[in-house]
């Protein structure tokens, strides 16, 4: 008996919803059904996100007997502990599937589709990714068929279950001699085979005959195996050296190539000044540099044990929800915001920089504080030089554009704003890389010519001469360089036209009103997209924008 008991849910499972084109949607997508997936599933299941696990159904442990160092679970058998942890996560309404993930890309709405390799595929607001590792295991016949049992790594995972054998260290680094130290707190009968190891010095040598640990010169050929027990290392040269238990060091490498296809790169990890692996970087939390974007376990820890990829999993899918409960927020304070229910008074008669200062000043965030999509998807792989970016607000742009080595001016009418944005930059660690301007781009405008101008949902209720400011924005697009134009092109779903005197141009219409010279400019992209918006009830809908593209030709 443990004392566990069984926790009935009463509550309605968080439900996904189904998009025009037939596929599921979920406030959250699991890539990898192990310790940490399941955590972080469970987490947000229980607070009433949708969620769905895609489980590849390879866990790295699965050759291992048992798990150990994992309190009130120490000795369960890892297929027993991941089906528990399935059962509690469907319990609270969280779905589990099997299957292969191919591929993620982002959605010009923000979210993310998954495709499975079956073809079939799911859309996800957020993404947790916990994929693991692929342990590279040293060329030695017959090592890899007992990976997990008899040929082992990690002495706090199965040291206690080979206490007092024969163990044998294969030396493929320098970290050798630390493994072979490491290891003879378990036993007294230590040796370690040099095997393709660089030498070791001096003192490395008397610290192993300090501690009784034998050196055995010369390369590894197999393993000898007896009644499906390990017996021996067998050298190059013919020599059989006893033994029950061999330790190796393989190099890890995560799982990574779902988020390498959606531009985020591996570190490489060193221990005494040595690669050991490569990892994807994360906060503490399992934050990554992709908005939307986290991961737990060992794709970002390469050395976690199960006990703290499941406590990994935990901190990102509560992080995950916080994240989920700001945007919700922002998203409802606009809604009713453009409903009236929030008092502007006299916001027409209001000069627009008081107008856009007011309201800054209501809330310590206004915007999400990620980049838009469209920027992300237009500019990623454009080679960095100088950047306009024209109404930058909080300056989330502008600041993605920087830590991408872009040199950035960023306007806009309020101050409130540019102080905010300011800050932003401060924290992100690229304050030198962005002048912040304040403008009514009516009046006055930047000085210079810029390899790209960004003007991004380039609206306002009041009287703004739209169309005089995008000629003046194209007229500062150096020879060479990209004009990039997005604005809205309909009203919210629930709110059909809430501002009758104000226009929505199409592309075309944008495009037209730029009154670009002919032979000048070369069109990269015109076209109007949907996205997913969710409604002041929280009930996905779809919200139309559109977006126009420019080069401006060498002469």
Request: glycine fraction near 12%; proline fraction near 6%; aromatic fraction near 6%.
């Amino acid at each position: 008996m443990t004392g566990r008991t069984e926790q009935k849910v009463t509550a309605a499972p968080p439900a996904s919803s189904a998009l025009p084109d037939g596929e599921r949607r979920y406030e959250v997508v699991v890539v990898g059904g192990g310790a940490a997936g399941l955590s972080g599933a469970l987490v947000l299941a229980r607070a009433r996100r949708s969620v769905l696990v895609i489980d590849a159904g390879r866990p790295r442990n699965a050759p291992a007997a048992h798990v150990h160092s994992y309190l009130t679970r120490d000795g369960v058998p890892p297929s027993e502990l991941l089906a528990a942890g399935r059962a509690e996560v469907t319990g609270y309404g969280g779905e589990i599937a099997r299957g292969d993930v191919v591929a993620a890309e982002r959605l010009e709405a923000g979210d993310f589709r998954v495709v499975l390799e079956d073809g079939s595929s799911v859309v996800a607001e957020r993404l947790l990714v916990t994929t693991g590792l692929v342990d590279e295991l040293p060329e030695v016949s017959g090592l890899a068929e007992r990976w997990g049992r008899d040929v082992l790594h990690c002495p706090y995972c199965h040291g206690w279950e080979v206490r007092d054998q024969a163990i044998g260290i294969l030396a493929t680094g320098p970290l050798a001699v630390h493994q072979a130290l490491q290891w003879r707190q378990w036993s007294a009968d230590v040796t370690l085979f040099t095997h393709t190891a660089p030498g070791f010095g001096a003192e490395e040598h008397e610290q192993l005959a300090a501690r009784g640990v034998a050196v055995v010169d010369g390369r590894v050929a197999a393993l000898e195996v007896t009644d499906d027990r390990l017996t021996g290392v067998r050298l190059a040269g013919g020599r059989v050296v006893p033994r029950q238990a061999l330790v190796v060091a393989p190099r890890f490498t995560a799982r990574s190539g779902l988020l390498t296809g959606l531009g985020l790169e591996t570190t490489d990890q060193e221990m005494g000044g040595y690669v050991i692996g490569s990892y994807v970087a994360a906060d503490p939390a399992g934050a990554t540099a992709l908005p939307g974007v986290w991961v737990a376990g060992n794709v970002t820890v390469l050395t976690e044990q199960v006990i703290g990829a499941a406590a990994a999993g935990v901190r990102a899918g509560a992080a995950i929800n916080t994240d989920l409960i700001a945007e919700e927020t922002r998203r409802a304070v606009a809604a009713r915001r453009e409903s009236g229910g929030h008092e502007h008074a006299r916001e027409d008669a209001l000069p627009e920089e008081e107008f856009w200062d007011r309201r800054y000043g209501e809330s310590d965030r206004i915007w999400s504080g990620n980049p838009n999509v469209i920027l992300v998807r237009e500019v990623t792989g454009m080679e960095p030089g100088s950047a306009l970016d024209l109404g930058c607000g909080e300056g989330a742009d502008a600041i993605w554009l920087a830590q991408r080595g872009w040199r950035v001016t960023a306007t806009d009418i309020s101050g409130v704003a540019l102080e905010r944005a300011a800050r932003h930059a401060a924290s992100a660690d690229v304050a030198d890389r962005v002048d912040w301007q304040r403008h009514d781009l009516g009046a006055s405008f930047p000085e210079g010519l810029f390899d790209l101008v960004s003007a991004h949902f380039l609206h306002s209720p009041g009287d703004m001469p739209r169309e005089k400011i995008l000629r003046t924005a194209a007229s500062a697009v150096a020879p060479g360089g990209t004009l990039l134009i997005v604005g809205h092109a309909g009203f919210p779903a629930w709110e059909p036209n809430p501002h009758p005197d104000v226009h929505l141009p199409t592309p075309e219409e944008v495009l037209a009103g730029l009154e670009l010279p002919d032979g000048e400019w070369e069109v990269l992209l015109r076209e109007e997209h949907d996205r997913i918006q969710n409604d002041p009830e929280g009930k996905p809908t779809t919200r139309r924008d559109n977006v126009l593209k420019v080069r401006r030709l060498r002469g």
